[in-house]
């Protein structure tokens, strides 16, 4: 019931393409949902985050989906560029208990030039 | 100002040594978060503090791990008798509160054991 579930595992998109990233969770209790970006030997970066009260948030070029019925949200990158190359984790907190942040397994995500 | 610093950034520990990583969080956040990343792998919680108190362990071995995160200074993610499988990424988190705040990351300490 802990578990957000990330796919696809890996993904290519040509330069100028929509990359997209799915996730799905069970727990009712998580009530706040970030991306995270992370390039090869650097910590994860917030990227955008969402919360439950709206189906859409959209910053530049990055645009979060979030379907609470189904419990599933997703991470939309429009015009992909390779320098969006990276692994990128969802990831969800819980509004009850100890606010911990339960993370998908990633997607690395190569954008060709 | 800075963000999240986390210090050393690469530490080696032959078997058997202890291993010691800090986490300075952002200038007034309380609540600091560490996590263990392997290779190719997602990023898994271990421990949740705030200042003085240990909210959440319960991602934490039982044994040889040990966090704190005192009044005053950096958390601290102690590993004891360190072993092989130690070896991996470990992260520390940070937000200024439990409630309606972003949580930013470190950029992580790797730790190799020889």
């Known amino acids: 019931q802990q578990q957000v579930k990330q796919s696809p595992q890996s993904l290519i998109v040509q330069k100028g393409g929509i990359s997209i990233i799915n996730c799905a969770y069970e727990?009712?209790?998580?009530?706040?949902f970030p991306w995270y970006q992370q390039f090869p030997g650097k910590g994860p970066a917030l990227l955008i985050a969402?919360?439950?009260?709206?189906s859409e948030k959209k910053e530049g070029r990055f645009t979060i989906s979030f379907n609470k019925s189904a419990k599933q949200f997703s991470l939309h990158i429009m015009d992909s560029q390779p320098g969006d190359s990276a692994t990128y984790f969802c990831?969800?907190?819980?509004?009850?208990?100890?606010?911990?942040?339960?993370f998908g397994t990633g997607t690395r995500l190569k954008v060709l030039a | 100002n800075a963000g999240v610093m986390q210090n050393p950034r690469h530490l080696v520990r032959r078997r058997g040594q202890e291993a010691r990583l800090r986490c300075s969080p952002m200038?007034?956040?309380?609540?600091v978060y560490w996590y263990r990343q392997l290779p190719e792998e997602g990023l898994k919680f271990m421990v949740y503090?705030?200042?003085?108190?240990?909210?959440?362990e319960s991602g934490m071995p039982k044994e040889r791990f040990s966090a704190e995160f005192p009044k005053e200074g950096p958390s601290i993610l102690r590993i004891q008798q360190v072993v092989r499988g130690d070896s991996a990424a470990y992260f520390c988190a940070s937000s200024e509160g439990a409630e309606n705040t972003e949580a930013f990351f470190g950029q992580g300490t790797r730790l190799t054991v020889v």
């Open positions: 200038k007034g956040h309380s609540h």
């Open positions: 503090l705030q200042k003085e108190n240990i909210i959440d």
């Open positions: 969402i919360r439950p009260d709206v």
């Open positions: 727990n009712t209790a998580f009530d706040y």
């Open positions: 990831a969800a907190r819980s509004a009850s208990g100890t606010y911990k942040y339960i």
